[in-house]
């Protein structure tokens, strides 16, 4: 099964600060990767899908790209609206499987 | 609006079998392709897909629980349903329903479930 590894496991941020965030795949997975931002008591929310299509109502301070098995996450401008934990996702027809997370605390 | 929501037992006892079900409103009925897909979450694990359920009734399940879950549809009732059998402290979690159609995915709030005797 393929494996998604996420870094960093927690990232200190501040307001007005540009963040990345990265997802590794243990094998070449095309395009098949979403990023999901989730606050606590919540239900994942779809952030980007395809690696980089915006979902829609998504503000475009979130950005997603990569190809093949490395795939970064980029939100330009933080708002305290976006602090919560980050999730990287690859899906395909009969699996799926979900990176550890990435917690974006206060700095 | 798109709606589900997951019910069930918040407590079940190890060994004993987790039943969920998964309500969807707001969604027509044979309104183009659709499923249901299970996950569940714990602070130790994280996100954990369990399985996902087609209208047709075909299912594919995470290999690490296949040998104990079922997931099934009822596309009249406009819901799914999860059983997981043989359970212990290590099913405890928050269980999700996510219903996908067309280019859309709506999740559930989720319920939380305890294997506690």
């Known amino acids: 099964d393929i494996q998604m590894t996420q870094s960093p496991s927690t990232l200190s941020a501040s307001v007005g600060d540009r963040i990345t965030i990265t997802c590794r795949a243990s094998q070449s997975i095309g395009r098949s990767l979403a990023w999901f931002q989730q606050k606590p008591g919540k239900a994942p929310k779809l952030l980007i899908f395809?690696?980089?299509t915006l979902e829609n109502g998504v503000p475009s301070r979130f950005s997603g790209s990569g190809s093949g098995t490395e795939f970064t996450l980029t939100i330009s401008n933080l708002q305290p609206d976006d602090f919560a934990t980050y999730f990287c996702?690859?899906?395909?027809?009969?699996?799926?499987?979900f990176g550890q997370g990435t917690k974006v605390e206060v700095k | 609006q798109v709606q589900v929501q997951e019910s069930g037992p918040g407590q079940v006892k190890p060994s004993q079998t987790l039943s969920l079900t998964c309500a969807v409103s707001?969604?027509?009925?044979?309104?183009?392709?659709?499923?249901y897909t299970w996950i569940r979450q714990t602070a130790g694990t994280g996100l954990e897909y369990i399985g996902r359920v087609y209208p047709n009734g075909s299912p594919t399940y995470n290999p690490s629980l296949k040998s104990r879950v079922t997931i099934t549809v009822d596309t009249s009732k406009k819901q799914s349903s999860l059983k997981l059998t043989s359970v212990t402290a290590a099913d405890t979690a928050m269980y999700f329903c996510?219903?996908?159609?067309?280019?859309?995915?709506?999740w559930g709030q989720g319920t939380l479930v305890t294997v506690s005797s």
């Open positions: 395809e690696v980089s």
């Open positions: 707001g969604a027509s009925i044979g309104g183009g392709y659709f499923y």
């Open positions: 996702h690859h899906y395909n027809s009969y699996f799926e499987t």
């Open positions: 996510r219903y996908s159609f067309g280019t859309s995915d709506i």
